[in-house]
């Protein structure tokens, strides 16, 4: 066992979490980082998974560190896994490579990667787990929610103005909020693998759905996001989701489970849902929303439609939102929340599989 004191290793972890902050997307891959130490606390290599068909995390660092990593200490943010899918198990490539101690942060939920954990110490590894427990969880967020609920994550992100309306009476919606917030939209859709509208706001205003840069020029085709479009309502061709800027599915269902089933048959494991107050009302009702991201303009339009078409009836039919970031974008206000308790009691959450 190496003697590197808990100050060194929550110093690893932490440059591990930001490893893998550094990548765009790996869903439907967890992120993932990786420190090596030498046994006097120094790094040798910091390794980091960048997508399904990449090296892991641990592989990328043990590559990098060659014949170093042997009597070296992995700090993992996730438990190595032990699944063999489009690359080989973590745990082989450790053991192989002679590292003595690995340190992990979040335990592999799924059942397709886990079990790591035991593989390593019956190698005659030592092994240690959720070191910085917590904010190693917190890089995968929807990525776990995904693997051990059965269905994708789901972010509602809308714009409003200060009276609660999207759209004005005739319909127009473009722009509510500054090129700030849109800018900031970008930034935080990009993390999602699918965008999803519903028919009527894909008629209404043509969008894209697509993950654009700063110069508002989209990101290549296998850098995009799955674009969805939910309704019965038919969509003419010649509309820009069906463009070749990025792949599109259409379901042609507003039922949220429906709609989730198909997605998670397609690997999907978080869906942000824009566009269309029918369909966010749809998912809200049905307890189908995980985060809300709300961004209010400085304006008031006094009649037009509502951001959501909800289902209540009275103040009893309201429902918490607990915010857990407040800021401001440009001139507007940015809210990001999570549903109360009393909605998260109407998601069901079953096996699901997973693994990097």
Not at 134 to 140: P, Q, R
Not at 152 to 174: C, I, N, R
Not at 273 to 292: C, H, I, Q
Not at 294 to 303: D, F, N, R
């Amino acid at each position: 066992m190496t003697a590197i004191g808990e100050t060194a290793l929550d110093a690893a972890m932490r440059a591990a979490v930001a490893a893998a902050r550094s990548t765009r997307r790996t869903l439907p891959n967890p992120r993932v980082g990786c420190v090596l130490l030498a046994p006097d606390g120094s790094t040798i290599a910091t390794g980091v998974h960048r997508g399904a068909g990449t090296a892991h995390a641990e592989v990328d660092a043990l590559a990098q560190a060659g014949e170093a990593a042997r009597g070296a200490t992995a700090v993992v943010t996730l438990e190595p896994c032990n699944h063999t899918g489009r690359t080989g198990p973590c745990t082989t490539a450790l053991i192989g490579a002679g590292v003595a101690r690995v340190v992990f942060g979040q335990a592999d939920p799924s059942n397709a990667g886990g079990g790591g954990a035991a593989v390593l110490r019956s190698a005659g590894v030592d092994v240690v787990g959720g070191h910085l427990a917590e904010e190693t969880a917190e890089l995968n967020v929807e990525w776990t929610h995904a693997v051990t609920g059965g269905r994708p994550f789901v972010t509602w992100k809308y714009a409003a103005t200060m009276d609660g309306l999207s759209a004005a009476p005739d319909g127009s919606s473009k722009w509510i909020t500054s090129e700030e917030a849109r800018r900031d939209v970008q930034s935080l859709r990009a993390e999602a693998d699918a965008i999803m509208a519903g028919t009527g706001a894909v008629l209404a205003d043509d969008p894209r759905l697509t993950v654009r840069n700063e110069d508002d020029h989209p990101l290549p085709y296998d850098e995009q996001p799955l674009r969805v479009v939910v309704g019965e309502t038919r969509i003419p061709r010649y509309y820009r989701v069906f463009d070749r800027t990025a792949p599109t599915l259409v379901i042609q269902s507003r039922d949220p489970d429906v709609v989730l089933d198909k997605l998670a048959a397609n690997e999907i494991r978080h869906v942000w849902l824009e566009g269309g107050p029918r369909l966010a009302g749809g998912f809200w009702n049905a307890g189908r929303v995980d985060r809300v991201i709300g961004y209010i303009a400085p304006a008031m339009l006094g009649s037009g439609r509502a951001a959501l078409e909800g289902e209540a009836a009275t103040l009893a039919d309201m429902r918490p939102i607990t915010i857990t970031d407040l800021r401001r974008i440009g001139p507007d206000i940015r809210i990001i929340g999570v549903p109360g308790e009393a909605q998260r009691e109407q998601m069901g959450c079953g096996p699901g599989e997973g693994g990097h």
